[in-house]
Nanobody
Framework: VQLVESGGGLVQTGGSLRLSCAVS??????????MGWYRQAPGKQRELVAL????????NYADSVKGRFTISRDNAKNTMYLQMNNLKPEDTAVYYC??????????????WGQGTLVTVTS
């Protein structure tokens, strides 16, 4: 089981992108619990962008993206999205998908995607 991200690219300030993160592989016996997006800009530590629980509850966003980014998920497709609007140069980073996967009774594995680069030009 792995997380596969897509949707990164080059965009101008004020533009939009939508990132996708799909849980691929043998997922029949896998339950996806919480999922989230993180990002890491050059020379900086990886930081949380947004989190979404498996069912119910509310999403959490970093203050820097509130009102501009929206996290969502399609449980039937085991896919998570990040809609990014009004992008700014400071949003430039590699964006990583992260998920807690319940792989067996009482066994949870935290998994990262390979990352997708988002570059915002001024």
């Amino acid at each position: 089981v792995q997380l596969v991200e897509s949707g990164g690219g080059l965009v101008q300030t004020g533009g939009s992108l939508r990132l996708s993160c799909a849980v691929s592989g043998s997922t029949i016996s896998i339950n996806v619990i919480a999922m989230g997006w993180y990002r890491q800009a050059p020379g900086k530590q990886r930081e949380l962008v947004a989190l979404i629980p498996s069912g119910g509850g509310s999403e959490n966003y970093a203050d820097s993206v509130k009102g501009r980014f929206t996290i969502s998920r399609d449980n039937a497709k085991n896919t998570m999205y990040l809609q990014m609007n009004n992008l700014k140069p400071e949003d430039t980073a590699v964006y990583y998908c992260n998920a807690d996967l319940l792989v067996a009774a009482g066994v949870t594995v935290n998994t990262w995607g390979q990352g997708t680069l988002v570059t915002v030009t001024s």
